[in-house]
């Protein structure tokens, strides 16, 4: 993909279908297999990548953003932990096309997935992110910084907890309310 001028172009964010799961995996594929921000190994195929998105879009928003009808990125929530008590909570997933870094595509996603999720009633927004002691050709703390920009704080730190590449890396969890707790259900 050539480097889109994205200022000049409007970013169209959608709810993703499972038609978009290859054009999606082209995007995810450069962060398995060149990158230590996802801790996956393989790249899925394009029938497991629908398969994720089909499953997400049972309970949570999957979106993708576009400049001129082209997938440029993608965002998603899915479940913080599987018990009735985190109900609540979610843990959000960005992807942005590795030419398109830092053009505001992960910006606008993130923005338009939290306030989706706050309609649907979701209080707290939680990132697992990969985190790089030193960093190295694999892995920035870019996300982590991001994350901080955009209202999210450190909540927890794991070491060494993911390999990849023959390195061990930490793992973040950040986290961002979204709404007001009550005492209500």
Known sequence: MQTTDVKNSEIKIRPATVQDAAALLEIYRYYVECTSITFEWTVPTSEEFADRIEKTLKKYPYLVAEIEGKPVGYAYASTFKDREAYDWCIETSIYVHKDLKRSG????????????????????????????????????????????????????????????FGRWYNMVWMEKFLGEHTDEK
């Open 105 to 164: 595509i992960g910006r606008a996603l993130l923005e338009e997935l939290e306030l989706r999720l706050k309609n649907q009633g979701i209080l707290n927004s939680n990132a697992c992110i990969a985190k790089a002691e030193v960093e190295d050709e694999y892995l920035t703390n870019d996300s982590i910084f991001f994350h901080e920009k955009m209202g999210y704080s450190l909540v927890g730190e794991f070491h060494k907890c993911g390999k990849k």
